[in-house]
């Protein structure tokens, strides 16, 4: 692994429901540390409506976990659902 690859080596990907609108907004994917990615598991495992783990891999063959955590209605005003998606390269994990 490169230095930017074990510092950042997870990434975030969110989706927002604004009530009222039609549309899924796809926020920019934000790279994270493991640690940080791990809290904000944790975090969605006591306050979201559902925190969903599966292990797969990447395009090139690499182990990663996938993490959804989804927020439903009543989290966020003025918003229907937020659904945050880790992708944790698996060798990161088991490395902590």
């Known amino acids: 692994m490169t230095k930017t690859t074990s510092h950042h080596p997870a990434t975030?990907?969110?989706l927002v429901r604004y009530?009222?609108?039609p549309h899924t907004l796809t926020c920019r994917p934000e790279r994270l540390t493991v640690h940080t990615a791990r809290a904000c598991v944790s975090r969605g495992r006591r306050t979201a409506e559902a925190v969903h783990v599966y292990e797969t891999t990447d395009r090139d063959g690499t182990q990663i976990h996938v993490v959804h955590v989804h927020f439903g209605s009543g989290h966020w005003t003025g918003v229907?659902?937020?659904t945050d998606i880790y992708e944790i390269p698996t060798e990161a994990l088991t490395a902590l």
Do not use: A, I, M, P
Request: proline share 0%; charged share 20%; net charge neutral.
């Open 19 to 21: 009530t009222g609108k």
């Open 12 to 14: 975030q990907h969110t």
């Open 80 to 82: 229907d659902f937020v």
